[in-house]
């Protein structure tokens, strides 16, 4: 609203202006580094913790919700519980646990010819990657990472290796701790990648974790990329994903929310060259009184590209879950083919959906379209499955589980579908043990 | 826990499978029947012919245990039981089947993973232990291909795509597999080519059994023809206004339903 500078105000903009003042003199990096820190920050505290004026945040008004902020983890944190997330699923794993690289609990193998390097090593050698996307947001939550990011994970993937082994981001928060950081991921000409970045905490941890990923996905590139956030159920998770896609890629990606007491997941796609491809999926299942915010940006910057996005959301309790979509088709984009879906379920009258879907079409040769739907349980199937035999709570986890199916399916990794379904499996069955 | 009463022989020895006494069922402010009476004795097959709105599906919901109807007097007493309060899934174990008017199709929900999960739910419910893989995919083969439905049908997602014909099938499918004690078919006949007809006639006769009563919904006397009723009962304006042997569907047939329209309204 104006462009005054602000003083902050709220605790937790106050906590967050004392933690930056203690910590920027041993944060990592360069002097490069820490200027571009400073800078940030002072955008940050220009803006303040984004709230419901914040036309991008509307709907998670962190002024509000953001009530304090906790310390920053200990320098070595204590044993962390291994999740038994995703069984049978097999791939490597780079672990973060509250935000730093440790490659003493990674296992790398498989990744034979990918490079990867802790974020800590590049800020002190500078690395042009560092910013590249995320620089270009104007957004306070991601200005308050690039000043206070402490660690995460680069991988890059030389062009034409065919990575067949997938690749696990495991961000592990080990308590009630703030987090920052940072991952880049470089896909090259030609290669292909699959990605699970995993999100898991404690229940009863208020942690606020603030991650950001900036990927470069290079021409003929193929990413499959699935995001399991399943934080313990006190946690604030604000991410932000930054990718661009070059000429003829393929970029799949699927984010699957079942954790964090408030979480925002904002994913900005930028299309850098023609003829690429993307497939952008959500599953959200949120009860309780949890707040799920997904928020999606597609900038079809070059005519020829085709993005297709369905966004499903199943919410009990008294659970918020809000989607929030933006299509643009830049000046001369022509030929762009954007098909936008959201579907929320309610299992409970006291939740809610909410979905703002936006299209600003600036070329008069395209194919945009977005719907939403909202919706109960269909009577109609729940008494066809009832007159059959099976169980109430059987035939709707079966209906619900369908539900989510096709946004998980829409991914095209059968493994990591199948392990992302149980996911979806074990939420249900844990919902009925709870009702 | 619903009390046995002593009621499945009638007067005159007969088991009776299913017996229902002036029942009484409404949505919101609109009474749909009104006061059904009617006993169909186990191993029997009968025919419930009437005018379209006369309330024939409704009283299938409603034996099938469907919520939202308001049971404002009456019983319904199956097997022995009073089944009113009883919910659809029990029913369903207790062997009521109902073939749908209008099947539903179901997206992401695996035609073969409903066929399983709704035959094990049953044995279970009695007590009985789950099938083995093997031993489902047998009885699923051997039912399957008595009815014409192919493998590729069974792979697709519940109903989803079927044609009319396909889906009529598929709910004589799961009558076979489920082996029910009243079997409850609404207008399996609608929609069907002569050939299916055929096919599904003869799915249902091949189920005919000592211990299995069949209750046929149907609006033409054609199904009649293959599949011939012990009893016809003609329904209208949500009551039974008459019943009589297979030679009552032939006269329905020569002179419609005019009178029983008309007779309702009065
Ligand atoms: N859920 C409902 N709400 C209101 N009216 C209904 C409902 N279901 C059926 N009816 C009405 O009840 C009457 C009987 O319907 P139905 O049982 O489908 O008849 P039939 O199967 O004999 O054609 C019709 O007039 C129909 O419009
Ligand atoms: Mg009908």
Redesign the pocket.
């Known amino acids: 609203m104006n462009a005054e500078p602000r003083i902050l105000n709220t605790p937790a903009e106050v906590t967050l202006a004392e933690a930056f003042s203690a910590s920027r003199g041993h944060l990592p990096g360069d002097a490069a580094v820490a200027a571009a820190r400073a800078v940030a920050f002072d955008a940050f505290q220009k803006k303040g913790l984004p709230h419901r004026r914040t036309e991008a945040w509307r709907y998670t008004d962190l002024r509000v919700l953001l009530r304090s902020v906790p310390p920053a983890p200990p320098a070595a944190p204590a044993s962390i519980a291994s999740a038994a997330l995703l069984p049978g699923l097999d791939r490597a794993r780079l672990v973060i646990v509250d935000g730093a690289y440790r490659p003493e609990l990674s296992d790398l193998s498989g990744l034979d010819g990918v490079e990867v390097t802790s974020l800590a090593t590049l800020l002190d050698q500078g690395d042009e990657r560092v910013g590249a996307l995320a620089g270009r947001l104007d957004d306070a939550m991601v200005a308050l990472n690039t000043a206070m990011m402490t660690g995460g994970v680069a991988i890059r993937v030389p062009a034409g290796l065919d990575v067949t082994r997938a690749v696990e981001i495991a961000h592990v928060t080990s308590g009630a701790y703030s987090v920052f950081a940072r991952n880049l991921i470089s896909v090259g000409a030609g290669a292909s990648l699959r990605v699970v970045e995993s999100f898991t905490g404690p229940d009863a941890a208020a942690s606020v974790a603030n991650i950001v990923t900036e990927a470069v996905i290079g021409d003929r590139a193929k990413v499959t990329w699935a995001k399991l956030q399943a934080e313990g159920n006190a946690a604030v998770h604000l991410s932000t994903t930054a990718v661009s896609i070059g000429g003829e890629s393929q970029f799949d990606h699927l984010t699957l929310m079942t954790g964090a007491s408030i979480s925002r997941s904002q994913s900005f796609v930028t299309y850098g060259g023609e003829f690429a491809r993307a497939g952008l999926f959500g599953a959200t299942m949120i009860g309780g009184k949890q707040h799920a915010d997904i928020m999606l940006g597609v900038d079809h910057a070059v005519p020829n590209g085709a993005s297709r996005e369905l966004f499903k959301a199943v919410m009990d309790g008294k659970a918020d879950g809000i989607f929030q979509g933006r299509i643009v088709v830049r000046p001369g984009a022509q030929k762009v083919d954007g098909k936008m879906m959201t579907q929320g379920l309610l299992l409970s009258e006291d939740a809610s959906f909410s979905v703002k879907p936006e299209l600003e079409i600036f070329a008069d040769d395209v194919q945009c379209a977005h719907g939403a739907t909202s919706g109960e349980i269909d009577e109609d199937m729940l008494f066809y499955l009832l007159s059959r035999g099976l169980p109430r709570a059987e035939a709707e986890t079966l209906l619900v589980t369908a539900f989510l199916a096709e946004a998980i399916e829409g991914l095209g990794d059968e493994a990591i579908g199948e392990a992302f379904e149980q996911v979806a499996r074990d939420w249900l069955a844990d919902r009925k043990t709870l009702s | 826990m619903t009390a046995v009463r002593s009621v499945a022989a009638g007067m005159n020895g007969q088991i009776k499978m299913l017996s229902i006494k002036n029942l009484h069922a409404s949505?919101g402010d609109?009474e749909?029947l009104r006061g059904v009476n009617l006993e169909v004795p186990t191993g029997q097959v009968h025919a419930i012919m009437?005018p379209?709105?006369?309330?024939?599906?409704?009283l299938s919901y409603v034996l099938a245990g469907r919520d939202?109807y308001d049971i404002t007097d009456g019983s319904i007493v199956f097997g022995g039981e009073e089944i009113v309060e009883t919910p659809a899934e029990e029913r369903a174990a207790k062997g009521i089947f109902l073939a749908f008017q209008y099947p539903l199709e179901i997206p992401g929900v695996a035609t073969m993973t409903f066929l399983k999960a709704a035959m094990n739910a049953q044995r279970k419910a009695r007590g009985e232990a789950e099938l083995t893989t093997p031993d489902f995919m047998r009885r699923v083969k051997v039912a399957a291909e008595k009815l014409n439905v192919t493998q590729e049908m069974l792979r697709r997602p519940l109903n989803v795509g079927f044609s009319g014909g396909e889906k009529k099938r598929n709910e004589i499918l799961q009558m076979a597999l489920l082996e029910p004690k009243l079997a409850i078919l609404d207008e399996t006949d609608s929609g069907l080519d002569i050939d299916a007809l055929k096919t599904v006639s003869d799915g249902v006769n091949a189920l005919r059994a000592p211990n299995r009563s069949m209750l046929v919904i149907t609006h033409y006397q054609r199904l009649l023809d293959h599949i011939v009723p012990d009893v016809v009962h003609v329904m209208a304006a949500g009551r039974i206004v008459r019943s009589g042997g297979p030679e009552l569907a032939l006269e329905l047939e020569a002179n419609g339903y005019a009178d029983y329209v008309g007779a309702a309204a009065a």
Do not use: E
């Open positions: 949505v609109r749909i009437g379209n709105g006369s309330g024939k599906s409704t939202g």
